[in-house]
């Protein structure tokens, strides 16, 4: 399907908990190119994904038996973009990420260096662009997020600038408001960073928040956010 459309399928398999098996169930073509990462919704019921070619979110339900139903819902980012002319050259929708109670969904935005929110109707298989977004500073390039355990604050990681942008999370609007960018960088070094398939932005036990990366031309180097608050450090 890549190959004749330019558009990758999406796909559902079992996993046998028990051999660690796993079966195909089906696929759905994709109404957006390049997707990047997705999310399944705290009820089970809704994959949403994040299309960084075209950027783009889809919608998919999820059947009682894991099958993927044809998309549901279909938004493509659109407005200023960010000031770095390789990187930043159009909208690119890099991750999904449902806040806890699954009322909302957030799209990191790469190219428009924005995070997205989307309030879900999980059962109608709908996204509803919200007003408010959560901006980046310019060129920062928002790769990934996590929430917070408390739900009340949300850590974006900007791949571009090196940074990790800190927002207060209001559940009840969906509102994201800048509280801190901090750099992720040592002191005096300036570079681009490069994060590996393999990196993620998740919570750790015993230490929420634990942030590891590769820094390109650097090392390695650990973030940790702190539990007490929205502020993060090195």
Same mark, same amino acid.
């Given at each position: 399907?890549?190959?004749?459309?330019? $558009? @990758?399928?999406?796909? *559902?398999? *079992?996993?046998?908990?028990?051999?660690?098996?796993?079966?195909?169930?089906?696929?759905?073509?994709?109404?957006?190119?390049?997707?990047?990462?997705?999310?399944?919704?705290?009820?089970?019921?809704?994959? #949403? #994904?994040?299309?960084?070619?075209?950027?783009? #979110?889809?919608?998919?339900?999820?059947?009682?038996?894991?099958?993927?139903?044809?998309?549901?819902? $279909?938004?493509?980012?659109?407005?200023? %973009?960010?000031?770095?002319?390789?990187?930043?050259?159009? &909208?690119? *929708?890099? +991750?999904?990420?449902?806040?806890?109670?699954?009322?909302?969904?957030?799209?990191?935005?790469?190219? +428009?260096?924005?995070? $997205?929110?989307? *309030?879900?109707?999980?059962?109608?298989?709908? =996204?509803?662009?919200?007003?408010?977004?959560? &901006?980046?500073?310019?060129?920062?390039?928002?790769?990934?997020?996590? $929430?917070?355990?408390?739900?009340?604050?949300?850590?974006?990681?900007?791949?571009?600038?090196?940074?990790?942008?800190?927002?207060?999370?209001?559940?009840?609007?969906?509102? =994201?408001?800048?509280?801190?960018?901090? @750099?992720?960088?040592?002191?005096?070094?300036?570079?681009?960073?490069?994060?590996? %398939?393999?990196?993620?932005?998740? &919570? #750790?036990?015993?230490?929420?928040?634990?942030?590891?990366?590769?820094?390109?031309?650097?090392?390695?180097?650990?973030?940790?956010?702190?539990?007490?608050?929205?502020?993060?450090? %090195?």
């Amino acid at each position: 399907d890549l190959e004749q459309t330019g $558009f @990758s399928p999406r796909n *559902a398999f *079992a996993l046998d908990g028990a051999t660690g098996q796993v079966s195909a169930l089906n696929s759905q073509p994709s109404p957006g190119a390049g997707p990047t990462h997705l999310a399944v919704d705290p009820s089970g019921r809704l994959v #949403v #994904v994040a299309n960084y070619a075209g950027g783009s #979110v889809a919608a998919f339900p999820v059947g009682s038996d894991g099958r993927l139903a044809p998309h549901s819902d $279909f938004h493509q980012h659109q407005g200023p %973009l960010g000031p770095n002319p390789r990187r930043q050259d159009k &909208p690119h *929708a890099h +991750m999904a990420g449902f806040d806890p109670s699954g009322r909302w969904v957030l799209i990191c935005d790469l190219g +428009m260096d924005r995070t $997205f929110v989307y *309030a879900v109707d999980a059962a109608a298989g709908k =996204l509803t662009p919200n007003p408010e977004y959560g &901006p980046a500073p310019a060129g920062a390039g928002p790769r990934h997020l996590t $929430f917070h355990p408390s739900g009340r604050f949300v850590h974006v990681i900007n791949e571009l600038a090196g940074s990790i942008t800190t927002f207060a999370f209001d559940g009840a609007s969906g509102r =994201l408001t800048p509280l801190q960018t901090i @750099s992720t960088l040592p002191e005096g070094v300036d570079v681009e960073i490069e994060i590996e %398939l393999r990196e993620r932005l998740e &919570p #750790v036990a015993r230490a929420e928040g634990l942030v590891e990366r590769r820094l390109h031309g650097v090392g390695e180097g650990l973030l940790l956010v702190t539990p007490r608050g929205g502020e993060a450090r %090195l």
